[in-house]
């Protein structure tokens, strides 16, 4: 049995299932509040949300009984008093693998990082990087300014690599007591030649890195797919052989360090391509491409994938995969990638996609 937790514009949907069908609501949560982003932590089981109220604005719930429906609100999710700027929305949270499960990390708008060490019941922003010198130069793109993806280091949580919207990658070995860039070979192409390579406001779309081989990383671009094996201090370009180099995810296999998965889009309107929905899949970690679209729809499907809702469970031939789109509908595969069926379908507008257990 898989759980689902779905972020939509409405809620939280918690759906059960196995591969191959659809997929039932268990229950629902934050009823008719924005849930960006739902998180199952794998150590203590414990349950996060992050939720956009237009009342409360953004905060992270959590629970140890989803059943039950009793939801805490964490403390310390804010900005410094006396400032010009509010805290916009909670991105993503993460594990930072301590393998306790009381230390996570959780990104924000605008260009926020928080840190708990407590199981997520208390959090700190991260001083170092929101006191940046370079921060007056962040640019925002049409989601704001977020910190959105944040990968530690398997069995190191004070090394972490993060990807903000638009500021490019950022890099630390000590916690976040310090932070550097890690944009070499990233070239942005809509900004002006003569301003690329010294460009700090690079739009990174989403950032992961595999388990097995933590030095290797790979990154959707604001136009590029890109690949590091020196832990993201510089990129390749590997998107030749994509029918487009944009999009918004990048999932991978636990099992295959040379593997990745990505959902391109169109450039213009950022909708599947000419109206087929298709998921393209490496294993020679960005030398070629194959497309799996078997079990999706292929004919006036103009869809939008959200950059945190595309997820994967398992690893080889066994992954599972699944993800979302705005249109309010989810697509699994049950054979890593090699076909696809329709999970659920009609659900709001949808945030975020991630597999519970």
């Known amino acids: 049995m898989t759980e689902l937790l779905i972020g939509t514009r409405k809620g939280l949907f918690v759906l059960d299932g196995d591969p191959g069908g659809e997929f039932a609501i268990r229950t629902r949560a934050f009823v008719g509040e924005p849930v960006d982003y739902a998180l199952r932590e794998p150590r203590s089981g414990r349950l996060f949300v992050a939720v956009t109220s237009p009342f409360w604005g953004p905060r992270i719930w959590y629970t140890d009984d989803l059943e039950a429906g009793d939801w805490t609100p964490a403390a310390g999710v804010s900005l410094p008093r006396g400032g010009d700027q509010a805290l916009a929305r909670i991105w993503v949270i993460t594990p930072a693998g301590d393998g306790a499960g009381r230390r996570l990390y959780a990104g924000g708008d605008p260009g926020v990082l928080f840190e708990s060490r407590d199981a997520g019941a208390t959090w700190e922003l991260n001083r170092p990087l929101w006191e940046h010198p370079t921060r007056p130069e962040w640019q925002r793109d049409s989601g704001g300014l977020s910190v959105h993806s944040i990968a530690p280091w398997p069995g190191d949580p004070d090394r972490v690599t993060l990807a903000i919207s638009a500021a490019g990658v950022w890099l630390t070995e000590d916690a976040g007591a310090s932070w550097r860039h890690g944009n070499r070979g990233i070239v942005a192409h809509y900004l002006p030649p003569e301003t690329r390579e010294q460009a700090i406001s690079l739009c990174v779309h989403h950032l992961e890195r595999a388990p097995r081989r933590p030095e290797r990383l790979f990154m959707q671009f604001h136009g590029g797919v890109y690949r590091s094996d020196d832990a993201g201090e510089s990129w390749i370009d590997i998107a030749g052989g994509l029918p487009s180099d944009f999009g918004f995810t990048v999932v991978l296999d ?17 909708v599947t391509l000419d109206g087929r929905v298709a998921v393209w899949e490496t294993r020679d970690a960005g030398a070629s491409w194959s497309s799996h679209s078997e079990g999706l729809p292929q004919r006036d499907a103009y869809l939008q994938i959200l950059r945190q809702a595309f997820d994967g469970k398992g690893e080889g031939p066994d992954l599972e995969l699944y993800f979302g789109a705005t249109s309010g ?16 379908a009609r659900l709001p507008a949808i945030s975020s996609v991630r597999v519970g257990r």
Do not use: H, L, Q
């Open 329 to 344: 509908e989810v697509f699994g595969s049950g054979d890593a990638g090699a076909t696809w069926f329709t999970v659920k």
């Open 254 to 270: 636990p099992a295959d360090p040379d593997s990745a998965y990505v959902i391109p889009v169109a450039t213009v309107d950022r």
